[in-house]
């Protein structure tokens, strides 16, 4: 038969059980809460794509070079795009490495039946 000690050992150890369990869950909570509000701040600091706004000086001609003089305000022109004639004689340019040699090409695949 229990005494009056061990029944009060025993509600004072389900007292710090209880409050341990209780602090466990608040911690959790908490943490939950915290994540939950770091995934929001991240996406109300997402930013849109920059696009690029096409300027208005494609169409003047740089200005003239003087001798002495200052620097051109305009921009300088646009890198040369190769005509699509010259396209087929570039694809025709002999390659930078000669052939491999025969011992290192392997035969065909054959395909499967």
Excluded: H, Y
């Excluded at 369990?21 to 911690?27: D, Q, R, S, T």
């Excluded at 740089?62 to 022109?77: F, L, N, S, V």
Aim: aromatic share 2%.
């Amino acid at each position: 038969m229990p005494g009056q000690d061990d029944t009060r050992r025993l509600k004072l150890n389900f007292a710090i059980a209880g409050s341990l369990f209780a602090a466990g869950v608040a911690v959790s909570v908490m943490s939950l809460a915290q994540i939950r509000a770091e995934s929001r701040l991240e996406l109300a600091q997402a930013t849109q794509p920059l696009q690029g706004t096409p300027s208005g000086d494609q169409g003047k001609a740089p200005a003239e070079a003087k001798p002495g003089g200052m620097r051109p305000t305009t921009p300088a022109p646009e890198p040369a795009r190769p005509d699509p004639q010259t396209q087929g004689a570039a694809g025709s340019a002999q390659p930078a490495l000669p052939p491999a040699p025969a011992e290192k090409i392997a035969p065909p695949i054959k395909d499967k039946p």
